[in-house]
């Protein structure tokens, strides 16, 4: 059964920094994007960084500059390192696979159950 878990998240002050990570498993042959999605109380989920396997990445404009994200493809992980983190970063964040392969089957949209980061003023 293919899964993503997540963890890394927790309650930090701001300008304090935080790494998430997001493992995929579950006899997986390939991945294609890799990314980070985030949802604030009463809000929509938002993307919040995207990596291909190729290196390639994509930020939202909230956090280029303090936000890195990058994987490990021979680990199937995903990794979301976030320095100067503000209160408004405060939210829940998911891990996101998009074209995962197992031997099997083939998942267009795979997604954790979520880390949730807490950002104080």
């Known amino acids: 059964q293919v899964q993503l878990v997540e963890s890394g998240g927790g309650l930090v002050q701001a300008g304090g920094s935080l790494r998430l990570s997001c493992a995929a498993s579950?006899?997986?042959?390939?991945?294609?994007?890799m990314g980070w999605y985030r949802q604030a109380p009463g809000q929509q989920r938002e993307l919040v960084a995207v990596v291909s396997t190729g290196g390639s990445t994509n930020y939202a404009d909230s956090v280029k500059g303090r936000f890195t994200i990058s994987r490990d493809n021979a680990k199937n992980t995903v990794y979301l390192q976030m320095n100067s983190l503000m209160p408004e970063d405060t939210a829940k964040y998911y891990c996101y696979a998009a074209d995962l392969r197992t031997m099997i089957h083939r998942h267009l949209e795979v997604w954790g159950q979520g880390t949730l980061v807490t950002v104080s003023s």
């Open positions: 579950g006899n997986i042959v390939s991945i294609n994007a």
